[in-house]
């Protein structure tokens, strides 16, 4: 256990429809980063906050939605999914340092765009 | 924006045997990190590295920052078969910010 909560694990949905994910950031951690990676696909970087505010954003699509609240928890909406958003969503999370100690991934939500 | 080369892109190779890959930027890191993917599971760091020509082990893996500090390698030594997964390193520009991630070394293990 990582210590970076996921829910839900797996996810089917129809073409269309509006999905969230949620991630508990580890205890501690201000930072949580969205990544999506599809089949035979590096990690690509959607979106950071920092303590509830928009630090960083990556290719995240317009369809796409996020934002970190009060107890540091994190949601990525997406809607009108396609098929192509089918993915393995990650979460991380980092501890706020003068060094960069790396991110602590979750163990994904995994969607199927039906 | 940034981007990191890793390669290979994959490798087969038999049980026992010897494993490397590398990372190059076009910029100057200040901290290299390796990760290891499960199939179905989430990134997990390996090794941290935070200083030019820093040698550090794992274990049977061992990582290097290089002395440009625009690369870094990871070697494994004697592979078996839970090495299986896809390998990324990741570094963090001079200026800070997020980190940057290579594309990932798919890696197989033959037994």
């Known amino acids: 256990d990582s210590g970076v909560t996921q829910t839900p694990k797996h996810l089917i949905t129809a073409t269309g429809q509006r999905v969230t994910l949620r991630c508990s950031p580890r205890?501690?951690?201000?930072?949580v980063y969205w990544y999506q990676q599809s089949l035979d696909q590096g990690l690509q970087f959607l979106i950071q906050?920092?303590?509830?505010?928009?630090?960083a954003k990556g290719n995240i699509l317009e369809r796409f939605s996020a934002q970190q609240f009060p107890d540091l928890h994190s949601e990525l909406n997406l809607s009108s999914l396609e098929l192509g958003d089918s993915a393995l969503y990650f979460c991380?999370?980092?501890?706020?340092?003068?060094?960069?100690?790396?991110?602590?991934f979750g163990s994904g939500t995994r969607l199927t765009v039906v | 924006g940034q981007q990191l080369n890793q390669s290979p892109q994959s490798m087969f190779i038999q049980e026992g045997e010897d494993v490397s890959m590398n990372c190059t930027s076009s910029?100057?890191?200040?901290?290299w990190l390796w990760y290891k993917q499960d199939p179905g599971e989430g990134p997990v760091l390996l090794i941290a590295?935070?200083?030019?020509?820093e040698l550090t082990s794992n274990g049977r893996l061992t990582a290097q920052f290089g002395i440009t500090r625009k690369d870094s390698f990871l070697n494994i030594s004697a592979s078996i078969p839970s090495d299986v997964g896809i390998y990324f390193c990741?570094?963090?520009?001079?200026?800070?910010?997020?980190?940057?991630f290579g594309q990932g070394t798919e890696l197989s293990v033959k037994p």
């Open positions: 991380a999370s980092s501890v706020a340092s003068s060094r960069n100690y790396g991110y602590t």
């Open positions: 205890s501690g951690d201000l930072s």
């Open positions: 590295l935070y200083k030019a020509g």
């Open positions: 906050y920092y303590n509830g505010e928009e630090r």
């Open positions: 990741a570094g963090q520009p001079l200026k800070g910010g997020k980190l940057i």
């Open positions: 910029s100057i890191f200040n901290t």
